[in-house]
């Protein structure tokens, strides 16, 4: 079963407490603080999830989004933004994101919209 799970953000901070959970849970956790070679870097792990902030650098997640959900062989990886913006369910609907987590959010919060985005997708396990 394929439980990995990428993160992009650039805060430290939310990549260790992400990482604890999600590894508590089973999943197989890979970071990244930048979008940089977005592409190769999904492609190089191949996760089942992807938590994806918005403001992270260069280009940002909604461009970051957008370019996974273009390639054919990583469209179909769920993507959940995550964001402290009010506007994040437009900011998810613009990235092409399949669903969002608003910052702050509770961790069970957290355990629940990954698992959901897990299990909603059987073509990944």
Request: with cysteine; aromatic share 8%; proline share 5%.
């Amino acid at each position: 079963m394929n439980k990995k799970v990428l993160i992009f953000d650039d805060d430290e901070d939310i990549l260790a407490i992400c990482t604890y959970i999600l590894e508590e849970q089973g999943w197989q956790v890979s970071t990244f603080s930048n979008c940089n070679s977005i592409i190769e870097k999904v492609e190089s792990i191949m996760p089942a999830v992807i938590l994806m902030d918005n403001w992270i650098p260069d280009s940002g997640g909604i461009v970051a989004t957008q370019a996974i959900k273009q390639q054919p062989k990583l469209k179909h990886i769920p993507v959940i933004y995550f964001s402290a913006n009010n506007d994040i369910r437009s900011l998810a609907q613009q990235a092409g994101a399949d669903s969002f987590l608003a910052k702050p959010f509770d961790l069970e919060e957290l355990e629940n919209v990954v698992n959901h985005s897990f299990v909603q997708n059987p073509t990944l396990h």
